[in-house]
C-alpha cells in the first residue's frame, strides 16, 4: 500500500511542491537578511513618510482617492474577499470581511479597475517603482492574525483613506509596537516584520495598500528584480491574475445589469 502511495502521480506532484514551498521558504529568508544588508534606508520595523517622497501627493490629495473609495464602496457586496483573489491568504483573511479592489499587482496594471478610479491611479502614476496597489478593506470588528510579507525587497505603505471615529480601537501591530492610521497620512513599514492588525469598532477602515520597491545598493537591486521576475511568472502571482479577470468580468456584468435595471425601473 505504501508502495503505491509512492508511485501514485499525484501524490508525487504533492510532495515536490511541498519541497519546493520549503526550498522557497529557506530562500526567502536568506534574502530578507541579504536586502536589509543593501538597504539604503536602514531596516527597521517602521519609517517616517518622508522616506519616500514621492507619496506625499497621495496625502496631499486624499480627498480624491477618498471619493473615488466611496462610489466603489457603494458596490462593497460585489468587491472580493481578499482570498478570493489570493488563496494564499486564506489562513489569515476568513468569511468575506476582509475585502480588497485591485490597481496594481507586482507591477501590472488592472485597467478595469483604474477606469473606476482615474484618479488614484493618476496618482499612483507617480510613484516610482511601485509594484502593487489596492484597497485594503476591512469590515467592523475583524481581526487579521499575525503574519509577515514575503520579501523584504519591498517597503509597504498604508494610506489611510477611511478610518473609524474612534481610531484607538483601530490599530497595527509591527514587531512589538502598535500604530493608529490618521486619516490622509501614510503609515511606511517593513511588513516581513510579524505584523497584525484588529478592527474593534462598529465601522469599515479602508487602505490604499502599497507596495514599493526598497532603495537599495547595486547588488541588491539586480537581486531583487531577478526575485520579483520570478514572482511574477511564478503560480502564486499567474494564479492569482486569473482569479482577478474573472472576478472583473463578474463585477462589469453586475454593475451593468444593475445599471440597466435603474434605467427601466
Not at 161 to 175: A, H, N, S
Request: aromatic share 10%; with cysteine; glycine share 6%.
Amino acid at each position: 500500500m505504501a508502495e503505491s502511495r509512492r508511485g501514485n502521480p499525484a501524490s508525487f506532484k504533492r510532495r515536490r511542491r511541498r519541497w519546493i514551498k520549503q526550498q522557497g521558504k529557506r530562500l526567502i529568508r536568506a534574502l530578507w537578511d541579504f536586502f536589509g544588508q543593501q538597504s539604503l534606508i536602514g531596516a527597521p520595523s517602521v519609517w517616517p513618510s518622508d522616506v519616500f517622497p514621492s507619496v506625499r501627493p497621495l496625502e496631499e490629495n486624499w480627498h480624491l482617492i477618498r471619493r473615488e473609495l466611496d462610489a466603489l464602496l457603494v458596490q462593497r457586496d460585489l468587491l472580493p474577499p481578499f482570498q478570493t483573489i489570493s488563496r494564499d491568504q486564506r489562513r489569515i483573511a476568513k468569511g468575506d470581511r476582509w475585502k480588497t479592489f485591485i490597481l496594481v499587482g507586482f507591477g501590472s496594471w488592472s485597467l478595469r479597475s483604474v477606469r473606476r478610479c482615474p484618479e488614484t491611479a493618476r496618482l499612483l502614476a507617480g510613484i516610482p517603482d511601485l509594484q502593487t496597489a489596492f484597497f485594503s478593506i476591512l469590515a467592523p470588528g475583524y481581526h487579521i492574525p499575525p503574519h509577515r510579507g514575503i520579501t523584504r525587497g519591498l517597503v509597504r505603505v498604508h494610506l489611510a483613506v477611511k478610518v473609524p471615529t474612534d481610531g484607538q480601537k483601530c490599530r497595527i501591530r509591527i514587531d512589538r509596537d502598535e500604530h493608529h492610521w490618521q486619516e490622509g497620512k501614510c503609515l511606511v513599514f517593513d511588513d516581513t516584520f510579524e505584523h497584525e492588525v484588529w478592527n474593534e469598532t462598529d465601522e469599515e477602515r479602508v487602505v490604499l495598500l502599497l507596495d514599493i520597491k526598497r532603495p537599495m545598493r547595486w547588488p541588491g537591486r539586480l537581486v531583487n528584480e531577478i526575485f520579483l521576475w520570478g514572482i511574477r511568472r511564478s503560480a502564486y502571482f499567474t494564479r492569482a491574475q486569473i482569479r482577478q479577470g474573472r472576478w472583473e468580468d463578474r463585477f462589469e456584468a453586475a454593475v451593468t445589469r444593475a445599471d440597466n435595471y435603474h434605467l427601466d425601473a
